[in-house]
């Protein structure tokens, strides 16, 4: 019989490799693989929710229902809230920093997430995801700060996602590799499924919303059709795919190489820099690739080194296969001098807050 490794194996064995650690950061990874399972449960119901009840109403067992994206914000804050391990949370539902309640204990570190990414496509049943990224508490005194929350890329402790697809994995580094769980609900555990995880070499797919070309640079564009192999010597093309929720897209591409992009966009000047959130999509997902032997850029540079002046601030985005992603920032390089104009003002804007 092969090694059974548990997500909760998984991380104390790791842990072991650092004598100081005192095991707080293995119990948080802990408290998300369990908030993983309570969201799986509620979106394996969510097709039931005209039989049992319309969100906002009472179901037949007396139950309050509610909109899965409330309800996945929801657990995730409630299993952390009272742990001692965090010092605050942001979440892409709310304006603001969440601080912890004051009866309970505050930690050292911080918590960021996207409680249920690609939201539009439950009522599809087309696969969601949840992304988390874990910072730790750079500032003195008892509660979690912006300054906290507002770190790059690069001083991630930890990030993550899990996908509620054909079945549920969730998927985190520490930096040391990455690695994929597989949840059983026949004995609700999450079982190691993909150890070590590494980009294959050779590329099969790419991820964007075509439909959107219209909006996209003169840059982008001609990248677009070196993927499909129209431009560029005797390239073969990629194949594609787009679920339109990027936890499922990103997924996809890691496991059999490719790229996702969601670029800015300059028909919409005041909006320069795409859709996706640096803080709570971007910088989890760019940890996780370069840990894989993959690259995120935003076009101009690495998506790590960006240093972030708000909690909600947008990023273009390009994911994958690290010779893809160079190739898409030589085109926007070449032919798009007037967005990167446009966009570089936007990226290095200093943070807007009082620490
Ligand atoms: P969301 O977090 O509000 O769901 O938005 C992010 C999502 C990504 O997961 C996905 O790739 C993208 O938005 C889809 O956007 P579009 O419909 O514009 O292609
Ligand atoms: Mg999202």
């Keep these: 019989m092969n090694k059974i490794v548990t997500i909760e194996r998984h991380i104390l064995e790791k842990q072991k490799k650092y004598p ?12 998300m693989a369990l908030a993983a399972k309570l969201i799986s449960r509620e979106i394996l119901r969510a097709g039931l929710i005209d039989i049992l009840g319309a969100a906002g109403e009472e179901n037949v ?7 899965l994206d409330v309800f996945a914000d929801e657990t995730i804050f409630k299993l952390n809230d009272h742990t001692g391990r965090l010092c605050a949370m942001a979440s892409e539902e709310h304006e603001d920093i969440i601080q912890i309640p ?3 204990d505050s930690g050292k570190y911080i918590l960021l ?12 049943d087309a696969p969601v995801g949840t992304i988390f990224a874990i910072h730790r508490k750079i500032t003195e ?58 980009i294959p070499a050779t590329p099969t797919y790419y991820s964007c919303n075509p439909g959107y070309e219209k909006y996209w640079t003169p ?88 240093r972030p002046h708000d909690l909600h601030q947008r990023v273009p985005m390009f994911i994958g296969n690290r010779e893809l992603v160079e190739q898409a920032e ?15 003002p936007i990226r290095d804007r200093q943070p807007m807050f009082t620490p």
């Excluded at 100081?20 to 408290?31: H, I, P």
């Excluded at 300059?266 to 997902?285: D, I, S, T, V």
């Design 219 to 306: 840059g982008v564009r001609r990248y677009h059709k070196w993927l499909q192999g129209i431009e560029g010597e005797g390239r073969k093309p990629l194949g594609q795919r787009y679920i339109g929720t990027m936890v499922a897209d990103f997924h996809r591409n890691l496991l059999k190489g490719g790229i996702y992009f969601y670029p800015g966009d300059l028909q919409n000047p005041a909006k320069p820099q795409g859709k996706l959130r640096l803080m709570f999509e971007a910088q989890a997902m760019a940890f996780l690739v370069e840990q894989a032997g993959g690259y995120a850029s935003d076009g101009l540079g690495n998506i790590l080194d960006i």
């Design 141 to 198: 005194g008892p509660h979690g700060t912006m300054t906290d929350m507002l770190q790059s890329g690069r001083s991630l402790a930890a990030a993550g996602y899990v996908i509620y697809g054909s079945s549920t994995i969730m998927v985190y580094s520490t930096g040391q590799g990455v690695h994929g769980f597989t949840l059983d609900r026949t004995v609700g555990e999450f079982f190691l499924s993909h150890d070590n995880i590494r």
């Design 102 to 104: 004051p009866h309970f």
């Design 113 to 124: 997430y996207d409680p249920l990414d690609g939201s539009s496509n439950i009522d599809v």
């Design 330 to 344: 030589q085109y926007i390089q070449q032919y798009d001098q007037e967005w990167c104009d446009a966009y570089r």
């Design 61 to 67: 067992y007396g139950e309050q229902q509610q909109k």
């Design 20 to 31: 100081g650690a005192t095991g707080v950061f293995t119990n948080l990874l802990y408290d």
